[in-house]
């Protein structure tokens, strides 16, 4: 069964340092998304991404992240100046098009520590 | 006021009983509601999907909706151990494409 993959599965960083996450939707879909769940909390939407440009995006997904598909398979999170609270674990998923709202199904997620 | 609410439990059930899970939702205009398993440490797991009042079972699982009330419901029959973690229920309100998810049930299904 196809799957979303995302590397690394943990991602050790200083504070301040850049990072990027990275995922690999399943193929045939078309509409990716970030999500992020501080531990013990519930998953938070971020971002939704679609035909190259963010689609949404929550009050959370502020100046310091930025989302790209830089190829035909990556799609990638990138956070800048890291805080200790962005330490979280972030998934990314993907969801087909269609009109309406498809399940979206979930990569097993990056460990983001900030040191 | 929260998008999508859970009980956050723990819901104890023993082996082989029914465990019913609730969730309710602020969004009048919501049109899709989703019922995923989340095991600790691990990424949420689709377990079921629905978008029309009323009942739909697959397998164990029968997920119920009822928009008038804007409810939304999972039970699980015949509760293994295994089926404990944390249910996470997800509604796609107006805006399309964007998640909400609630807080989580956990689910203890004892020996």
């Known amino acids: 069964e196809p799957e979303v993959t995302q590397t690394p599965s943990h991602q050790v960083t200083q504070m301040g340092q850049e990072v990027i996450l990275r995922c690999v939707p399943i193929?045939?879909?078309?509409?990716f998304y970030w999500y992020r769940q501080i531990l013990g909390q519930k998953v938070e939407f971020l971002v939704s991404f679609y035909n190259n440009e963010i689609s949404e995006k929550s009050e959370i997904f502020d100046d310091q992240f930025s989302v790209e598909r830089p190829d035909g398979s990556n799609f990638t999170l990138k956070i800048r100046s890291t805080k200790l609270e962005d330490s979280a674990m972030y998934f990314c998923?993907?969801?087909?098009?269609?009109?309406?709202?498809?399940?979206?199904?979930f990569g097993d997620g990056t460990r983001l520590s900030i040191l | 006021q929260k998008e999508v609410e859970q009980n956050s439990g723990p819901l104890s059930v023993p082996e082989g009983a029914i465990a019913s899970l609730n969730c309710t939702y602020s969004?009048?205009?919501?049109?899709?509601f989703f019922w995923y398993r989340q095991y600790s440490g691990k990424s949420p797991e689709l377990i079921m999907s629905i978008y029309s009042n009323g009942d739909k079972e697959d397998g164990r699982f029968t997920a119920q909706l009822n928009k008038a009330s804007q409810y939304v419901s999972l039970l699980i029959r015949d509760s293994q151990p295994s089926d404990s973690a944390t249910y996470l229920c997800?509604?796609?309100?107006?805006?399309?494409?964007?998640?909400?998810f609630g807080s989580g049930t956990k689910l203890n299904v004892k020996p």
């Open positions: 193929s045939n879909h078309l509409y």
């Open positions: 998923a993907s969801s087909e098009a269609g009109g309406r709202g498809l399940p979206q199904h």
């Open positions: 997800a509604v796609i309100g107006s805006v399309f494409n964007k998640f909400y």
């Open positions: 969004d009048r205009g919501s049109q899709s």
